[in-house]
């Protein structure tokens, strides 16, 4: 038959793709899978799940390519997008800005001080050895102090010094969105191979997986898989692992056992060295007593500095002026009002409590009364109630239950907490996560 639309292209393409693999494998991955378009030497694939996405790039490609080789005659690149339920393409417009941005964070532009020198030189000696020195490497301390920032710096530099290495930076709860896809779909075997056989792994926020049996183990295994393996391990937490009460004791261990290093907020010398550092990024110039009044006004948070800078500079665009002290004095407030955590929603309590009772949301918000989630359900609750300002009819209200069901189970998690430690521990570690989104 002769090929003469994209239609014919596929057809023809997915009957080569079916003779080099099994059908299993074919139905799972590439069902979804269509042709867009053919230009400029390129084949542009969609597909509408990012996880799919990345699966069929990492394990696939190689019978991809030989596939349209053997039916166009000729070499093409291959380009696989996301596109959403009305066949907008996401991915050219989010990966691109993203990659970018995670590009920019250097060693260079990290402003070192007292309060992160040791965290400093021990994420370049990784970066500079990956395996070597340091492996793992766990960086910890609180938000907007810099971890991320040193933790896209290591996979900047190896990825320049080491192009060879295949390396994955990656945020905890991607991790765990991943591994719950993965087990849904039946494709757990892909998701370890994807992990197991990196040489470079870096995970931001790792804290998370405290209390979520499921990836709590699949990440030991992964751990000790690449380990085992001299592969390099990175984590960064919000706080020593010790302090997190239901990390597995296996995971605490090793974590332990790494090299760690504390990040605190900036001291004074360092917030100015930040300030000056992003105006000079930014290409404006301030004057020092306006760098000396933010120094000193905003103390515990990295990213409130550079805000505070940022406004600063389209202040200076639009304005087309120096800003006064007051001007200055406005904008602080701003953006310290602007970086306050947002106030936590039900649906994160009612994720975070399926995740670690291993529940799914909508059975939580179900009618089903088994213990198991019946326990669940008012453990939501009395987190909500916990750590929002709802009173206890709004909270009946996204439960699908009146005020009363709301008191009784507060009431019974209360008194059921006092008798079991272990249990207070996994829902501190909840509340703890739910409050460092």
């Keep these: 038959m002769p090929i003469e639309s994209l239609t014919d292209i596929w057809e023809a393409v997915c009957a080569e793709l079916k003779s080099r693999m099994t059908e299993i494998s074919f139905n799972v991955w590439f069902k979804d899978l269509h042709l867009l378009e053919v230009r400029n030497g390129e084949i542009i694939l969609g597909i509408y799940s990012d996880y799919k996405k990345q699966i069929i790039e990492s394990n696939y490609m190689h019978i991809i390519v030989p596939s349209f080789k053997e039916i166009m005659g000729i070499d093409i690149d291959i380009k696989i997008v996301v596109e959403d339920e009305n066949g907008k393409i996401l991915q050219n417009k989010v ?8 590009d920019s964070f250097t060693f260079d532009n990290f402003i070192m001080g007292s309060c992160n020198r040791f965290a400093h030189a021990a994420s370049m000696a990784v970066a500079d050895s ?5 492996n793992p490497l766990v960086i910890y301390g609180p938000s907007g102090v810099g971890k991320t920032h040193l933790l896209l710096a290591i996979r900047n530099r190896i990825k320049q010094k080491f192009p060879e290495k295949i390396i994955e930076y990656i945020r905890c709860e991607d991790f765990m969105n991943q ?21 470079v792994l870096l995970i931001d926020d790792i804290q998370f997986i405290a209390g979520k049996e499921q990836t709590q183990e699949e990440f030991f295994n992964t751990f000790n898989a690449l380990h085992q393996g001299d592969k390099q391990l990175v984590f960064t937490m919000d706080r020593p692992p010790k302090d997190v009460k239901t990390l597995d004791d296996r995971i605490r261990n090793r974590l332990e056992m790494s090299l760690l290093a504390d990040i605190t907020p900036p001291d004074y010398e360092t917030r100015v060295g930040i300030i000056k550092k992003k105006a000079e990024s930014l290409g404006i110039t301030l004057d020092e007593n306006i760098v000396y009044y933010i ?17 600063l500079q389209a202040y200076i665009q639009i304005q087309n002026h120096t800003p006064t002290l007051v001007i200055v004095q ?39 009364k088994t213990a198991e989630l019946a326990k669940a359900r008012q453990i939501a609750m009395y987190i909500a109630k916990e750590t ?50």
Aim: hydrophobic share 35%; proline share 4%; charged share 35%.
């Design 388 to 437: 929002t300002e709802l009173g206890y009819k709004p909270i009946g209200e996204a439960f699908g239950k009146d005020h009363t069901t709301v008191l009784y189970a507060v009431k019974k998690i209360e008194a059921h907490l006092k008798e079991n430690p272990h249990e207070k521990e996994l829902i501190d570690d909840i509340i703890k996560n739910l409050k460092t989104e």
């Design 179 to 199: 591994l719950i896809e993965a087990i849904h779909t039946g494709t757990a075997d892909l998701f370890r191979n994807k992990f197991r056989n990196l040489d």
């Design 295 to 311: 120094a000193e006004h905003i103390k515990m948070n990295t990213r409130q500095l550079e805000g505070v800078v940022k406004k």
């Design 130 to 134: 990956p395996k070597i020195v340091y």
């Design 95 to 102: 990966s691109p800005a993203n990659s970018s941005f995670e």
């Design 330 to 368: 406005s904008i602080v407030r701003e953006v310290v009002n602007d970086t306050k955590p947002e106030p936590i929603k039900i649906e994160q309590i009612i994720t975070e409590v399926a995740r670690s009772y291993d529940v799914s949301e909508k059975e939580i918000i179900s009618k089903r």
